[in-house]
Every structure is written in C-alpha cells, then in structure tokens.
C-alpha cells in the first residue's frame, strides 16, 4: 500500500486548504481523499454512460443517449485527474505515446454532440459513440504496458 502512495505521490497532511486549491495541485489532497473522489468521479462515468444507454431505446432518447454517454466518458477520463492531479494528467495525455488516441478520443466526444444537436443525424451520433467506445479503450490500454502490442498481435492472427 505504501508503494502505491508513493507512486500516486500522496500525502496525509493539508486536508484545511481550499477546494479550489486541492483540485488544482491534487497532490495536496490526502491520499484516501484523492482515492474516494477518483471512485466517485468514475462511477459517476459509469452511472452517466449506463443511463444513456438505457435512455436510447426510449422514443427521441438519441440525443439524451449521446449526452448522457459523452458525459459518462469525460467523468471517467477527468477522474484520473484527483490520483494524479490535472497538470500530470495533462501532461501525461499528451506525451508522443498517447497523442493520437487522445486526440481522436477528443474528436470523437465533440463530434457526438454535434451530430446530435447540429446536424441532426442520429445514425452518426451513434458511430461516433461507438467510436468513443473503441478510442477509450485504446487510450486506457496505452497506460498498461506492452497492452497495444498485445492486442494488435491477437487482432493480426484472428485476421490472417
């Protein structure tokens, strides 16, 4: 367990300072504290990502789905941010590894919502939503090492 707050770089002290102060250099927050908002803030993601699922099937749930899903996939991905802090997390989002998947991961978040409210095509909110989907997973996989190799390898060999 310490070796775990040691890389998350946690300290038990400072649990006075302000909100907006702790948000913006997490590694203020305590270490159970930055634990349980980082709980809080991805079962919120979940939660969001469920009910727009859910609410897709109910008549004109499209644009409640693709808001409810985007939602849930920003709080899942900004939860992160009270382990390590926004900053690091920032900075780790953009590092020559993960650039790519970032930004598609980004483009695919703000073209759900505008194939939603602008230009009113359901059938493309849905693809980008399912394109969040697969660009979620391939960032979230870029921080587990050797992971992408893995899973390109399976993919190679189921399609050959």
Partial sequence: MD?????????E???EAGLTAQVLDAST???STRVKWFVICFASGILCSILGTALLFLPGGTKLFAVFYTLGNLAALSSTCFLMGP??????MFEPTRLIATCVVLL???LTLCAVFWWNKKGLAIIFCILQFLAMTW???????????????VFTSCLS
């Avoid at 900053?87 to 780790?92: A, G, I, P, V």
């Fill in 139 to 153: 960032y979230s996989i870029s921080y587990i090492p050797f992971a992408r190799d893995a899973v390109m390898k």
């Fill in 3 to 11: 070796k775990l707050r040691s890389m998350i770089g946690g300290r």
């Fill in 29 to 31: 927050l305590s270490y």
């Fill in 87 to 92: 900053l690091k997390q920032l900075k780790r």
């Fill in 108 to 110: 695919c978040l703000i």
């Fill in 13 to 15: 002290d400072n649990e």
